[in-house]
T-cell receptor, first 115, second 117 residues
Framework: DTGVSQNPRHKITKRGQNVTFRCDPISEHNRLYWYRQTLGQGPEFLTYFQNEAQLEKSRLLSDRFSAERPKGSFSTLEIQRTEQGDSAMYLC?????????????FGSGTQLSVL | AQTVTQSQPEMSVQEAETVTLSCTYD???????LFWYKQPPSRQMILVIRQEAYKQQNATENRFSVNFQKAAKSFSLKISDSQLGDAAMYFCAYRRGTQGGSEKLVFGKGTKLTVNP
């Protein structure tokens, strides 16, 4: 169990460019979540997967954002035509099970800066 | 929509002393869970303690305990015998029950805890 891994740790991009982040969950965890955290705020839910199925998407997830989890393993979050307002930390979490006993394991996040 | 409010942006405590962090929430649901997460400078969110809404008994985990007041919709975290390693951002979070509910967590804005030696 090596924990939830996120890459890259930092990403600096110019406005209008596309960026992609990767999350590798703990192996055999069937649920994977993406959250966004801006400075001075708590994390905000973006989307989650159970296996390869994307079960819920937040209204925060505009059409410039897309997430995938092929084969129910790693996940990618892509932002197209980045805007300065997209600057934030993007957190990934994974879990096994549901209900009260579900415990989320978070990665260390990808810090995105859009210039 | 559910909301979580942490009214203390920053708190400080002397090492070995006790500190209480406040959290209130708003919901019309009867089945839900409440959590406290810790986020150290490493950025990785770590679960500190959790509480089921239907349980009246307050949860405890070693030096960490909660005061859950369901009628007041209050969920405070008490840290006893504070240690330097407790310094971090602390987030209160809410989650609906899973009977047809969303799996997502709703977080407060956080409280930055400083532990003074």
């Amino acid at each position: 169990d090596t924990g939830v891994s996120q890459n890259p740790r930092h990403k600096i991009t110019k406005r209008g460019q596309n960026v992609t982040f990767r999350c590798d969950p703990i192996s055999e965890h069937n649920r994977l979540y993406w959250y966004r955290q801006t400075l001075g705020q708590g994390p905000e839910f973006l989307t989650y997967f159970q296996n390869e199925a994307q079960l819920e998407k937040s209204r925060l997830l505009s059409d410039r954002f897309s997430a995938e989890r092929p084969k129910g393993s790693f996940s990618t979050l892509e932002i197209q035509r980045t805007e300065q307002g997209d600057s934030a930390m993007y957190l990934c979490a994974s879990s096994l099970g549901q209900g009260f006993r579900e415990k989320l394991f978070f990665g260390s996040g990808t810090q995105l800066s859009v210039l | 929509a559910q909301t979580v409010t942490q009214s203390q942006p920053e708190m400080s405590v002397q090492e070995a002393e006790t500190v209480t962090l406040s959290c209130t929430y708003d919901t019309s649901e009867s089945d839900y869970y409440l959590f406290w997460y810790k986020q150290p400078p490493s950025r990785q969110m770590i679960l500190v303690i959790r509480q089921e809404a239907y349980k009246q008994q307050n949860a405890t985990e070693n030096r960490f305990s909660v005061n859950f007041q369901k009628a007041a919709k209050s969920f405070s975290l008490k840290i006893s015998d504070s240690q330097l390693g407790d310094a971090a951002m602390y987030f209160c979070a809410y989650r609906r029950g899973t009977q047809g509910g969303s799996e997502k967590l709703v977080f407060g804005k956080g409280t930055k805890l400083t532990v003074n030696p």
